[in-house]
């Protein structure tokens, strides 16, 4: 199975601050990973799909890049809403597996 | 407007059973893969199951494979999930989320509690 390990498990940032989240793959996945956002008491929302490809209706301050083994989701400029636990999960092959969260808090 | 509601949470003994469901609407289910994801309480995100639009192929994660079954009824929009031989470690959200390289919409969850 693939294993994802995401850095770091939690930081504080502030409101614009730029924020960098990174994911790493056991192997190569190519573009195969998405982002996700969870907020508490939530379900996790779709963000970033095949590695940088913005999902509908999610703010263009949040970015994905990445390919093969590492990857990363950068949100350029931190607003209150964006306070959240992120994930990344590779669907490129079975068993999907997620990272094990970052917290974003103030 | 795409919707996912689940429902069949609860408390059960550990080598119990119990029997989740998802409704869909808003899309046409029979089109579209869908998956279970759990959430244990205040713990990480942890994929399930996967199921195809066909129902032909079916992945589950190694801890429940012989004691969880995914399926699903396109006359009635619903996909299922079987929990069987509950294990304390099964206590968790169940959330259902459609698509198959992209989980692009979830439901709410529904809470199982596995414990004497």
Same mark, same amino acid.
């Given at each position: ?38 907020? %508490? ?17 999610? %703010? ?47 | ?43 990480g995100l942890e994929w399930v199951s996967y199921i195809s639009s066909s129902s032909d192929t079916k992945y589950y994660t190694e801890s429940v494979k012989g004691r969880f079954t995914i399926s ?45």
């Amino acid at each position: 199975a693939i294993q994802m390990t995401q850095s770091p498990s939690s930081l504080s940032a502030s409101v614009g601050d730029r924020v960098t989240i990174t994911c790493r793959a056991s192997q190569g996945i190519r573009n195969d990973l998405g982002w996700y956002q969870q907020k %508490p008491g939530k379900a996790p929302k779709l963000l970033i799909y095949a590695a940088s490809s913005l999902q509908s209706g999610v %703010p263009s301050r949040f970015s994905g890049s990445g390919s093969g083994t590492d990857f990363t989701l950068t949100i350029s400029s931190l607003q209150p809403e964006d306070f959240a636990t992120y994930y990344c999960l590779q669907d490129y092959d079975y068993p999907l597996s997620f990272g094990g969260g970052t917290k974003v808090e103030i | 407007e795409v919707q996912l509601v689940e429902s069949g949470g609860g408390l059960v003994q550990p080598g119990g059973s119990l029997r989740l469901s998802c409704v869909a609407s808003g899309f046409t289910f029979s089109s579209y893969s869908m998956n279970w994801v759990r959430q244990a309480p205040g713990k990480g995100l942890e994929w399930v199951s996967y199921i195809s639009s066909s129902s032909d192929t079916k992945y589950y994660t190694e801890s429940v494979k012989g004691r969880f079954t995914i399926s699903r009824d396109s006359a009635k929009n619903s996909l299922y999930l079987q929990m069987n031989s509950l294990r304390a470690e099964d206590t968790a959200i169940y959330y259902c989320a459609r698509g198959v390289d992209r989980l692009d919409y979830w439901g709410q969850g529904t809470l199982v509690t596995v414990s004497s």
